[in-house]
């Protein structure tokens, strides 16, 4: 029985986001040249550089079509681990398929590629939750 209760209480205890240490959540809006995002899509934070306390983990986010999103670890949990991450966003008028059909993005393509994209998020391990608001340009 105390085993059981014991059980019980880990499994309602909060996870960090990994190794112990604590996920920052991360949350803001895409937009299109000032305005709203033609259509739901994806953010990804590909890890540049890591924090304190090891390496990071990169996460996602869907944004919907208002361009809200809040970013998940791939293994973990809410938000980002601390560290330095280079993005990329995916918004797909004919998204990638095997009928062959033309893939169609609204965004110019420099924003599927996080290398070229321009968009680079600092995740302090200090920091209580991060707003980070992606403004996107179609030129």
């Known amino acids: 029985m105390g085993r059981r209760i014991a059980w019980c209480v ?3 205890v909060p996870a960090g986001c990994a190794d112990g240490r604590r996920c920052v959540p991360v949350s803001g809006r895409v937009t299109l040249d000032g ?5 739901p899509g ?3 934070f590909n890890t540049a550089a890591t924090g304190e306390g090891g390496p990071s983990r990169p996460g996602t986010a869907e944004f919907d079509a208002e361009g809200n999103y809040r970013a998940t670890t791939f293994a973990a949990g809410d938000g980002l681990l601390p560290g330095r991450y280079v993005i ?3 918004c ?3 998204p990638p398929n095997m009928e062959g059909k ?4 609204f965004l110019p393509t420099k924003y599927q590629d996080a290398a070229r994209s321009g968009l680079e998020l600092v995740v302090s391990a200090d920091a209580r939750s991060v707003r ?3 403004e996107l340009k179609s030129r």
Not at 102 to 105: D, K, M, R
């Open 10 to 12: 880990l499994a309602a």
């Open 35 to 39: 305005g709203p995002v033609p259509g």
């Open 42 to 44: 994806f953010v990804y």
């Open 88 to 90: 990329r966003v995916d």
């Open 92 to 94: 797909w008028q004919t």
């Open 102 to 105: 033309p893939v169609v993005s």
């Open 132 to 134: 980070y608001d992606i």
